[in-house]
C-alpha cells in the first residue's frame, strides 16, 4: 500500500484546506485511514479517520465541528476539508492507514502504512 499527501500549503486564520490522500494497492474497504498531525514542538497526534466500509469517522477534540473526513472507494482517496483553520492546526499532516480489523479502535494503536507528508501553515 502506498500513500500520497496534496494539498498542503499557507493559509490565514479562519481560511480552508482540503488535504487529499490517494491510496494505491489496496482497496479502501480494507484500510483504516487517518490523518496525524505533527505539530512544532509537540508529539504527532491523530485528528481525523476514516473507514471506508462503514463509513466509521473519528475526530479529535480540537478539530470537531472544523474539520471534516470523507472517502471516495472507487478513486482511491481520503480527503480532509479543513475549515476555520488556527494557527495551532499548523504542522505536517501525514496520511496513515492500518489494515483494518474487527473492532478497531479509532484511531487505530499504530499503523502499518505512511505518506510522505504534506505542510499546512496557518498565520496572519
Known amino acids: 500500500v502506498q500513500l500520497a499527501e496534496s494539498g498542503g500549503g499557507s493559509v490565514q486564520p479562519g481560511g480552508s484546506l482540503r488535504l487529499s490522500c490517494a491510496a494505491s494497492?489496496?482497496?479502501?474497504?480494507?484500510?483504516?485511514v487517518c490523518w496525524i498531525r505533527q505539530a512544532p514542538g509537540k508529539e504527532r497526534e491523530a485528528v481525523s479517520c476514516?473507514?471506508?466500509?462503514?463509513?466509521?469517522?473519528y475526530y479529535a477534540d480540537s478539530v470537531k465541528d472544523r474539520f471534516t473526513v470523507s472517502g471516495d472507494n472507487r478513486k482511491g482517496f481520503v480527503y480532509l476539508l479543513m475549515n476555520s483553520l488556527k494557527p495551532e492546526d499548523t504542522g505536517v499532516y501525514y496520511c496513515?492507514?492500518?489494515?483494518?480489523?474487527?473492532?478497531?479502535?479509532?484511531?487505530?494503536?499504530?499503523?502499518?502504512?505512511w505518506g510522505q507528508g504534506t505542510l499546512v501553515t496557518v498565520s496572519a
Open positions: 496513515a492507514a492500518a489494515n483494518r480489523q474487527w473492532n478497531m479502535p479509532f484511531p487505530p494503536p499504530q499503523f502499518t502504512y
Open positions: 494497492g489496496s482497496n479502501l474497504d480494507y484500510l483504516a
Open positions: 476514516f473507514g471506508s466500509i462503514d463509513n466509521h469517522t
